[in-house]
């Protein structure tokens, strides 16, 4: 784990930045990797955000040095560094792990069930779940059991619906889509046979 206190020199921007450095006959070898994480993703981050080694020390309060060692897999993060370094990216703590797990893509089968008077097939993954919906004219859903802390957004395919959140009533044509917090009170109703793709997006958690 990783000591930030240990270090005791501040590191220049020429000796932070990899692409900056030059190589040397000197320069220690690549420490073999012994857990199932690559944190070199916080380069990727930073760099695709457009920030500095410099920036994310400024605002997560982790050193440049540590920093630096960790996107070079030279350091694993405690769990209140990933927390705090998350944060500086917008992100938690566990998403930024899931990024850092040795895997480029995620893999997983849909599932079928029926809910009121639709017919859905689900595929669920860590950040988000997919709902492919449909249902004949007069069909009606109201799903309490996946409504979360979530951000939802549905997309008429096919056909129309009615759509009840809380008070207010939506009229959603084929191509139109709406956004909404899952929280709120809502439902779905079938003006002639259609099919709605529904998707829970989680919203960034603080850890």
């Given at each position: 784990m990783?000591d930030?206190?240990?270090t005791?020199?501040a590191m220049?921007?020429e000796e932070?930045e990899d692409e900056a450095?030059?190589?040397?006959?000197?320069?220690?070898?690549?420490?073999?990797?012994?857990?199932?994480?690559?944190?070199?993703i916080?380069?990727n981050?930073?760099?695709?955000?457009?920030?500095?080694?410099?920036?994310i020390?400024q605002?997560?309060g982790?050193?440049?040095?540590?920093?630096s060692?960790i996107?070079r897999?030279?350091?694993?993060?405690e769990?209140?560094t990933?927390?705090?370094?998350?944060?500086?990216?917008g992100?938690?703590?566990t998403?930024?792990?899931?990024?850092?797990e040795f895997?480029?893509?995620q893999?997983t089968?849909?599932?079928?069930?029926?809910?009121?008077?639709?017919q859905?097939?689900?595929?669920?993954?860590m950040?988000?779940?997919?709902?492919?919906?449909?249902?004949?004219a007069?069909?009606?859903?109201n799903?309490?059991e996946?409504?979360?802390?979530?951000?939802?957004i549905?997309?008429v395919?096919q056909g129309?619906?009615?759509?009840v959140?809380?008070e207010?009533?939506?009229?959603l044509k084929?191509?139109?889509a709406?956004?909404f917090?899952?929280?709120?009170?809502?439902?779905?109703r079938?003006?002639?046979d259609?099919r709605i793709l529904t998707l829970?997006i989680?919203?960034?958690?603080q850890i």
């Amino acid at each position: 784990m990783i000591d930030q206190t240990s270090t005791t020199k501040a590191m220049g921007p020429e000796e932070i930045e990899d692409e900056a450095a030059p190589e040397t006959a000197e320069a220690p070898p690549k420490r073999e990797k012994t857990h199932p994480y690559d944190f070199s993703i916080l380069r990727n981050l930073r760099k695709a955000q457009g920030f500095t080694i410099a920036d994310i020390a400024q605002a997560s309060g982790i050193s440049t040095a540590v920093i630096s060692r960790i996107e070079r897999n030279q350091a694993i993060p405690e769990l209140d560094t990933l927390s705090r370094l998350g944060k500086a990216f917008g992100i938690s703590a566990t998403d930024l792990l899931g990024l850092a797990e040795f895997r480029t893509a995620q893999i997983t089968a849909s599932q079928h069930y029926v809910s009121g008077g639709f017919q859905f097939q689900h595929i669920n993954f860590m950040n988000i779940q997919c709902f492919l919906g449909s249902a004949l004219a007069g069909g009606t859903v109201n799903r309490p059991e996946v409504h979360h802390n979530d951000h939802e957004i549905c997309w008429v395919l096919q056909g129309s619906i009615e759509m009840v959140l809380n008070e207010e009533r939506h009229v959603l044509k084929e191509g139109d889509a709406i956004q909404f917090d899952a929280v709120l009170s809502h439902s779905y109703r079938a003006l002639s046979d259609c099919r709605i793709l529904t998707l829970h997006i989680r919203k960034g958690k603080q850890i």
